[in-house]
């Protein structure tokens, strides 16, 4: 199974932007999808951003124009730069592999930390 780990999350000001990483153990070249997901307090985890093996993306409506997500099948990584951030984008943010653009997969990461605040 492949294990995979997060990072960029922070505390940023509305307006400003993050990049988050996503970093696979085992290559990711064969995998059908991956995406991001986030989870607030209260929330059910949503679907962000997805994108497949051949560059199909779909993104949920709120974050469309502000966030791209993106894949590095040789570095068997998975990004999500985030642009014009704000509070309602705060959340822990999940790299998931597997599954499709619609639905996740089982392979879940530890998340990382997404806090829009003035």
């Known amino acids: 199974q492949v294990q995979h780990v997060e990072s960029g999350g922070g505390l940023v000001r509305p307006g400003g932007s993050l990049r988050l990483s996503c970093v696979a153990s085992?290559?990711?070249?064969?995998?059908?999808?991956v995406s991001w997901y986030r989870q607030s307090p209260g929330h059910q985890r949503e679907l962000v951003a997805a994108?497949?093996?051949?560059?199909?993306?779909n993104y949920e409506g709120r974050v469309k124009g502000r966030f791209t997500i993106s894949r590095d099948n040789a570095k068997n990584t998975v990004s999500l730069q985030m642009n014009n951030l704000k509070p309602e984008d705060t959340a822990t943010y999940y790299c998931?592999?597997?599954?499709?653009?619609?639905?996740?997969?089982?392979?879940w990461g530890q998340g990382t930390q997404v806090t829009v605040s003035t």
């Open positions: 085992d290559s990711i070249a064969a995998i059908t999808a």
């Open positions: 994108v497949s093996n051949d560059g199909i993306t």
């Open positions: 998931n592999v597997g599954g499709s653009i619609w639905f996740p997969g089982d392979a």
